[in-house]
């Protein structure tokens, strides 16, 4: 963008160009639909926060009902601990590294389901309706989370702001040497150009970021060893 905004500020001062636009339309071509995406995306981060808060805190609630069943054996407590952490490693693996198969947190879900059902005779019947009911809240935190991360923001709104963030250099231009004039003020010209670019193609890539927010690519994205199990 610094070099498009550069040639074209050379090229309308060399040959003299400029005009007088109202640049009220280029800002609702523009900054009205870059703000719209930036709130969407904030938006999204906002919810995956709070859905990995109610996954982790049903993965938390299960674990206890079982350490509050009694009449487990030691080992099966183990095993579903064992179960509870390969879920959380396998949710963690999935946002983290934009993966596109769900399936494998489902069989770690459904394992948790099936082995908690071989264990019915020693688990009270209101403990186990809890544990029921707090797993089907883990699964819904997890789908809700992977939902954020594969449907973005709509990929046509952000084509057309960036089409028209790449071509406002070649209106914004002319304007700008139209109403300062560039033969005593070249490097002001240029100056206030390039800031307005700069701050364009910033806020363009603050929202990009903030649309992927599990990747760890980014100041502002979730940190998902948070809401591991064992953290």
Known sequence: MAIISVIVTYLSIHFNLDFNVDLTLLSIAIVFPLVF??????????????????????????????QMSFNLKKEDKDK?????????????????????????????????????????????????????????????????AYAINTHRTPQSLKAYCLVFIYL?????????????????????VYFIILLTEFILISLYNIQDQMEYPFDNDGPDDVKLDSFKINR
């Not at 981060?45 to 938390?60: G, P, T």
């Not at 494998?104 to 459904?110: H, L, M, N, S, T």
């Not at 059902?117 to 029921?132: A, G, H, M, N, Q």
């Open 37 to 66: 995406n930036i709130r969407g995306a904030f938006r999204r981060r906002e919810k995956a926060l709070e859905h990995m808060s109610q996954f982790r805190s049903a993965m938390k609630t299960v674990y206890f009902y079982i």
């Open 168 to 188: 406002f250099p070649l209106v914004y231009a002319p304007t700008i040497i139209y109403n300062i004039g560039a033969e005593q003020n070249a490097w002001v």
């Open 80 to 144: 579903l601990e064992g179960i509870l952490e390969e879920i959380s490693d396998a949710v963690i693996s999935q946002l983290e590294n934009n993966g596109t198969k769900p399936q494998e947190v489902d069989g770690k879900i459904k394992k948790l389901h099936d082995f908690t059902l071989e264990l019915t005779e020693f688990i009270p019947s209101k403990v186990k309706d809890r544990i029921f009911r707090y797993m089907n809240a883990l699964q819904e935190g997890f789908e809700n």
